[in-house]
C-alpha cells in the first residue's frame, strides 16, 4: 500500500484537525495520500499530500480515472452531502472493477438512502420509528405520462388524515434544503400549485419531454407530519461485522419551521436518560446497516420526543456533526476509513464519551489575536470560516472540555467575552445554560 485517495466534495476545512491527523500518521507509516477535491481551496495546512482539485460536475468515470491516474492503491470517500456520495458510490463500482477498493456503501444501498421515501420505508420495515407521510409525485402532480385525475385530491385526503402541521422536503437533497412548513390545506394547496407551475413553465415552447427545472417546487417531495423535539444526530462508521458507533450529537430544536443546520449550538457530552434509551436504537440501526452493507461512514439525523428516537434521515456519508463526534470521543473517522481502505481491522461497539464538545456560530471575520486568546482560555479543535455552497456563514469554533471542568470552562469564556465581546452574548448565554444544568 503505497497511496490512498480520498474523495472529496466540500472544503476539506470542515474535517479540520482529524483528516490531517489521519493523512500524517499514513506519511508517518511511508503512504501517501491524495485529495481529489470539487469544491473549496485547500494548502498544505488542509491536506498535507497530494491535492488535485476537479470539476464541480465531473462524472463518476471520470473521478474513478483521475484517481486511477495518480496511482491509488485504495480510495475513500468522505464526500457531502447526499448527492456527491451518490457520485462517489458510482466512482466505486468503476474503482472496484480496476482494482482500487473503494471504501464507501455500494451504489445499490446507497441509492436507498439518499431516497428519503426509500429510506422512511427500510426505517419502517427495520422497526423504526418515523413520522408518519405520503410521498408526492411531481410527474403525476403534473399529469406528466399516466393521467391520474384524482391524484391532487388524493393527496389533500392524505395530509388531512396525517393532520397538519406538515413538513415537506425534496425526496433527494440534504442540509435542511427545499425543506417548507404546510400549516393548513390552504398551504398544501400553494404548495401543489408551485409544482405544476413549475411544470407549465418548463414546457411552454418545449418538447413534452424536455427537462424539468431544478429547484423545489419542481420535484418529488416527502410530506410528514411534524414532530417537536431535539433535534440529534449519530454517525456509525464501519463495515459489515464491525460498525462503531459514535456518541449522540445535539443539533438544535425540531418544530414546525425549518432551521438552518448550524443556526443553534451544537454538542455533545452526558445525558444519561437519552443516553440510556439510545442504546436500543443503536442495536437496530447497526442491523440495518448489516443488512445494507455499508461500508464507511452513516450518519443518521433524529428527534428526540416523549423519550423515544423518531428516525428523519440515513445519510450514507459523513455527517455534518462528524467533528462533534470525533471530538467527544477522542475517536477519528478519518483514521478509521483510512484503516478500512488498508485491509486493516477496524473495532466495532460503542464509542464512550470522553468529555464535552461544543460547536458555535462565531460571526464574521473573528480576529485572529481573539482566536489565540480563545485557545489560551480554552481546549480548542477547530476555528475556521464556514462554506456552504460558496456561500460564508462566518466562522465555526470547536471546544472540548472534560466533565468537571463545566464551571471553569464558563468562567473563562465569561472572561473572554468581558475583554473582547466574544463570543457573543447570545451564544455565552447558551453555553452558560448548557454547562450549568
Keep these: 500500500m503505497r497511496k490512498i485517495a480520498f474523495l472529496r466534495s466540500v472544503g476539506i476545512r470542515r474535517a479540520d484537525p482529524y483528516v490531517q491527523r489521519a493523512v500524517r500518521a499514513l506519511a508517518a507509516e511511508g503512504i501517501e495520500a491524495g485529495l481529489f477535491h470539487t469544491s473549496g481551496a485547500a494548502g498544505d495546512e488542509d491536506f498535507p499530500g497530494h491535492r488535485q482539485r476537479l470539476d464541480r460536475a465531473v462524472t463518476p468515470r471520470e473521478l474513478a480515472d483521475a484517481v486511477a491516474a495518480w496511482g491509488a492503491d485504495a480510495a475513500v470517500s468522505i464526500s457531502l452531502p447526499c448527492e456527491n456520495a451518490l457520485r462517489d458510490a458510482a466512482a466505486k463500482a468503476f474503482l472496484d472493477a480496476e482494482g482500487i477498493p473503494t471504501v464507501m456503501t455500494p451504489l445499490a444501498a446507497t441509492m436507498l438512502l439518499v431516497d428519503k421515501w426509500e429510506t422512511k420505508r427500510l426505517c419502517e420495515r427495520a422497526g423504526l420509528p418515523v413520522p408518519e407521510g405520503f410521498r408526492v409525485d411531481s410527474d403525476l402532480l403534473a399529469g406528466r405520462g399516466l393521467a391520474v385525475p384524482g391524484y391532487r385530491d388524493a393527496l389533500r385526503v392524505r395530509a388531512e388524515q396525517t393532520g397538519y402541521p406538515l413538513m415537506a422536503k425534496p425526496v433527494w437533497d440534504s442540509t435542511s434544503m427545499g425543506i417548507r412548513a404546510l400549516r393548513s390545506p390552504v398551504e398544501l394547496d400553494a404548495y401543489l400549485d408551485a409544482h405544476l407551475d413549475a411544470h407549465i413553465d418548463a414546457h411552454i415552447g418545449a418538447r413534452i419531454d424536455a427537462p424539468l427545472p431544478p429547484g423545489p417546487a419542481a420535484v418529488s417531495a416527502v410530506v410528514?407530519?411534524?414532530?417537536?423535539?431535539?433535534?440529534?444526530?449519530?454517525?456509525?462508521?464501519?463495515?459489515?461485522?464491525?460498525?462503531?458507533?459514535?456518541?449522540?450529537?445535539?443539533?438544535?430544536?425540531?418544530?414546525?419551521?425549518?432551521?438552518?443546520?448550524?443556526?443553534?449550538?451544537?454538542?455533545?457530552?452526558?445525558?444519561?436518560?437519552?443516553?440510556?434509551?439510545?442504546?436500543?436504537?443503536?442495536?437496530?440501526?447497526?442491523?440495518?446497516?448489516?443488512?445494507?452493507?455499508?461500508?464507511?461512514?452513516?450518519?443518521?439525523?433524529?428527534?428526540?420526543?416523549?423519550?423515544?428516537?423518531?428516525?428523519?434521515?440515513?445519510?450514507?456519508?459523513?455527517?455534518?456533526?462528524?467533528?462533534?463526534?470525533?471530538?467527544?470521543?477522542?475517536?477519528?473517522?478519518?483514521?478509521?476509513?483510512?484503516?478500512?481502505?488498508?485491509?486493516?481491522?477496524?473495532?466495532?461497539?460503542?464509542?464512550?464519551?470522553?468529555?464535552?464538545?461544543?460547536?458555535?456560530?462565531?460571526?464574521?471575520?473573528?480576529?485572529?489575536?481573539?482566536?489565540?486568546?480563545?485557545?489560551?482560555?480554552?481546549?480548542?479543535?477547530?476555528?475556521?470560516?464556514?462554506?456552504?455552497?460558496?456561500?460564508?456563514?462566518?466562522?465555526?469554533?470547536?471546544?472540548?472540555?472534560?466533565?468537571?471542568?463545566?464551571?471553569?470552562?464558563?468562567?473563562?469564556?465569561?472572561?473572554?467575552?468581558?475583554?473582547?465581546?466574544?463570543?457573543?452574548?447570545?451564544?455565552?448565554?447558551?453555553?452558560?445554560?448548557?454547562?450549568?444544568?
Design 224 to 437: 410528514e407530519q411534524v414532530v417537536e423535539g431535539d433535534l440529534c444526530s449519530v454517525d456509525i462508521v464501519g463495515r459489515p461485522g464491525a460498525y462503531t458507533v459514535l456518541p449522540l450529537c445535539w443539533t438544535g430544536r425540531a418544530g414546525a419551521e425549518p432551521v438552518f443546520t448550524f443556526a443553534d449550538l451544537r454538542w455533545c457530552g452526558p445525558r444519561e436518560e437519552a443516553d440510556a434509551a439510545f442504546g436500543e436504537v443503536a442495536r437496530t440501526l447497526v442491523d440495518l446497516c448489516e443488512s445494507l452493507g455499508v461500508y464507511g461512514s452513516v450518519n443518521v439525523d433524529m428527534v428526540h420526543t416523549g423519550g423515544r428516537f423518531v428516525i428523519l434521515e440515513v445519510n450514507p456519508r459523513i455527517g455534518g456533526a462528524t467533528t462533534l463526534s470525533c471530538a467527544a470521543s477522542g475517536t477519528n473517522t478519518f483514521t478509521s476509513l483510512a484503516r478500512m481502505a488498508r485491509g486493516l481491522p477496524v473495532t466495532g461497539g460503542t464509542a464512550r464519551r470522553a468529555g464535552w464538545a461544543i460547536e458555535f456560530l462565531a460571526g464574521d471575520g473573528v480576529p485572529p489575536e481573539v482566536v489565540a486568546e480563545l485557545r489560551r482560555s480554552v481546549s480548542v479543535v477547530t476555528a475556521h470560516e464556514l462554506v456552504i455552497d460558496g456561500a460564508s456563514h462566518g466562522d465555526i469554533v470547536v471546544i472540548t472540555l472534560a466533565e468537571g471542568e463545566e464551571e471553569r470552562t464558563v468562567k473563562a469564556l465569561t472572561e473572554l467575552h468581558e475583554a473582547t465581546g466574544f463570543p457573543a452574548a447570545g451564544v455565552l448565554g447558551k453555553i452558560s445554560s448548557l454547562l450549568n444544568r
